[in-house]
């Protein structure tokens, strides 16, 4: 997995973070960025969009704060831990929304299904990360 | 402004939020993220870049936080203030860090002095628009 | 507005680039970027959305590539006229997918005009950007 | 791996695509977006960071191409050809400019030599699915 070959290379001390926590939770994000962005256009095609309107919605949202947050722990130059909370906060919260959402439809829609699965992995790796700096 | 246009022509009830603050954040948010992504790259120029390295890894979590909230708040399908909240405190957070490192170099930079400014009017607009939230 | 700013403070040389032409081009990006984005949400809150899903993937799909392209335009570091081109390309190509498909609902949506309208502009800014370059 | 799940899952036809290729490409693009945003930073954290500029804006804009990329091979929605040809184009560009520049540091830097490798990979799954689009 090239995310934790980077954080091997990278060229100065990581701050004292998790490095094994620090990785799960940005291959988590990375993941449910991609699931969020897939589940959104899934819903949109099945007959029964209409149904899924407040699901497209947060799983965009989801897609969107994952995206950032993984970038945010790809860097690692100045880090701020306050900063690094704020993120994390932000992006449990919208995954737990997602998750949430999605879990309505599971039953129904296997997509719901595999992006509420991803949403919990990673509202879990951001909580362990935020338990781990403090 | 093209954003309070879309704002006027969106076919449902916006749930009660201010239409004005949040008109004016997701202006602040978008202007925001372009000026620290500029900035990011005008330190990058710099012959002192190597005073620099803080402010671009915060002004590249700031411009990806903004375009984030940005976008979240463009949308308004199945409204959730506690999401919302989510990415405004994440927002000013990361808002009011990016204009804690730029305005140390204000002086020196004029690019950091106009991000700073950027980034203090979109925490303000952040926290003027979570205020409203109750 | 701040992104002319920002090219102003530039520390280096611009390499050449019309830098009018390129201060129209960034601002149409983000305009476009979050109209797209608005207008993908509004059509998602229609009660027809069933007729609207291409609409919104299209909305999708140009507010990325916009994002992406006001992002590299914003950059001067190590100009590569090659790899400009190459946004510029695509960014002209979503946006001229996106107003074809948006005229079609304009009638109905005046969210969809706003948005076909901004797109025309983006695609016409990237399109004289492309030009200028040679 | 989820992407591989979502595209199972998507309810509708994926319009004669190759689903090999695509979700090969979808891989190497979320990929390289993490890869190149932890390669600027830890450029950032080199001593040398003088002589690593170029390298860091290149690897700003390839993060965001790959990104954008990523996200709009996720969408199936009312596939439109001509588009994805023109998400592959930009993105095969933006991965041999940053596989270019990575290369010229790779003996120095580790973090230089993973980068180029899966700007490559990217690269080169960018042009086997354009291929494969005839």
Known sequence: MSHKKM????????????????????????ECAQVCTACADACLSEDMVTDLTKCIRTNLDCADQCATTGRALSRHTGYDANLTRAFLEACAAACKACADECEQHAEMHEHCKVCAEACRRCEQACRDLLTSLG
């Open 7 to 30: 954080l091997e290379t990278y060229p100065k001390d990581l701050g004292g973070i998790d490095v094994d926590k620090l990785a799960d939770c940005i291959a988590a994000c990375f």
